[in-house]
């Protein structure tokens, strides 16, 4: 997980595409597209919307995901909650493990989900050193 939260800020530190509104280049699209290898438009067609309704979707009668995409990223180790914080950019304890402190981030500012995937990533590193 560490390794994908840092991949993927290194890829929208170099310019990657980045649409908040967009479910295939938002904060969570690319998470996806470091965990799952689909392109943008790929993880767009599946996802159909916002992240955090997807991510609560499931089969009326099994009670199962309705497809790879989320699967995947729960199987990588992702939990729908985390997921829905870092579409928000909203986990408490995340946002505490910022460098300069705690505050409050933009969710459509690439930037602030760099900082947020880079602090996420540094405190699960240091969760595993405890």
Not at 110 to 115: F, M
């Amino acid at each position: 997980m560490i390794g994908a939260l840092r991949a993927t800020a290194a890829r929208l530190r170099q310019g990657a595409d980045y649409q908040w509104g967009h479910a295939g280049s938002c904060n969570c699209g690319h998470l996806a597209q470091t965990v799952t290898g689909l392109q943008r438009a790929e993880i767009y067609r599946d996802v159909g919307g916002e992240w955090s309704e997807y991510l609560v979707d499931r089969c009326r009668i099994t009670g199962e995901r309705l497809d790879d995409v989320a699967t995947s990223m729960m199987q990588f180790g992702f939990s729908p909650s985390e997921l829905v914080d870092l579409e928000q950019l909203a986990d408490p304890e995340v946002l505490a493990a910022l460098p300069d402190g705690p505050r409050y981030l933009e969710r459509n500012e690439r930037d602030h989900v760099v900082e947020y995937l880079e602090a996420w990533a540094a405190l699960l590193e240091r969760k595993r050193a405890a």
